[in-house]
Nanobody
Framework: QVQLVESGGGLVQAGGSLRLSCAAS????????MGWFRQAPGKERQFVAA????????YYEDSVKGRFTISRDNAKNTVDLQMNSLKPEDTAVYYC????????????????????WGQGTQVTVSS
């Protein structure tokens, strides 16, 4: 089990940038794949980005490719989501999630496989 705390959300104009950060407790952070998901009002939770424990691969939802970048620092137990060229449709609550696994493939895009979730941070993009 890991405890996850997100930070960095806020209000930004379209075209702007935000950087979300997720801090994880525990001593085996590198054993966890990490993901970012988002949920807009009235919509289902959506995959955004994921990175395995070794950080070698990254996965992105199609609409954020080229705009968002996920990265992790296993020494600091953190995973970040750099979001550039933000659009109003990116408005949502963003959640950090952790999955204890050695999986490095596209299964990391499945929210049902993640066991640990943060409380979420609101991102609002104005037009």
């Amino acid at each position: 089990q890991v405890q996850l705390v997100e930070s960095g959300g806020g209000l930004v104009q379209a075209g702007g940038s935000l950087r979300l950060s997720c801090a994880a407790s525990g001593r085996t952070f590198s054993a966890y794949a990490m993901g970012w998901f988002r949920q807009a009002p009235g919509k289902e939770r959506q995959f955004v980005a994921a990175i395995p424990g070794n950080g070698i691969y990254t996965y992105y939802e199609d609409s954020v490719k080229g705009r968002f970048t996920i990265s992790r620092d296993n020494a600091k137990n953190t995973v970040d989501l750099q979001m550039n060229s933000l659009k109003p449709e990116d408005t949502a609550v963003y959640y950090c999630a952790a999955m204890k696994t050695g999986v490095v493939d596209s299964r990391l895009m499945r929210d049902d496989l993640y066991e640990n979730w943060g409380q979420g941070t609101q991102v609002t993009v104005s037009s």
